[in-house]
Every structure is written in C-alpha cells, then in structure tokens.
C-alpha cells in the first residue's frame, strides 16, 4: 500500500500543511484544483487528477484531506457548467 508522503509525491504535491484547496481556472479558462502551502506558489492539478488522488486518500484513511479535495472538485464542475 502506498504512503501518504509517495502519494502527494506521485501527484506533484510536497508532504507539507495545505492552508487552502480550492477551485481555480487557469489561463486557458480550464478549472482545476490548487492547492496553497504556506510556503511557495500554490500548485494546480487537474479535476480529475485530484479526484483519483482523493479516492487512494479515502483508502488511506486521510478522510479530512480527501473531502476537502472532493468538495473543491464540486465547486470546479457547477462553476464549470455556469
């Protein structure tokens, strides 16, 4: 089974406090995930990226982390269909 730490790893996201998730749209108008540290620029990924993420999240027991990733996930496909 895979780690938390190897998991963030895989998905480009450092093993650090996420202050904040959130949806964001991206230059070309395409909505993705982003995720802010306390440190650095905040990194992006996208819906579906974050969504398999947060499933092996759920698996990992990380249920606060992986909800968080899920709710931003919704707010990406309504403000996506407006």
Known sequence: MVT??????????????????????????VWRIKFSYETGEPLSMSATQASTMASCLHKLGEVDLADEIDSAIKSAERYASM
């Open 4 to 29: 938390l730490p190897a998991l963030l790893f895989e998905n480009g996201l450092p093993n650090l406090p996420v202050l904040l998730i959130e949806p964001h749209r991206n230059h070309g108008g």
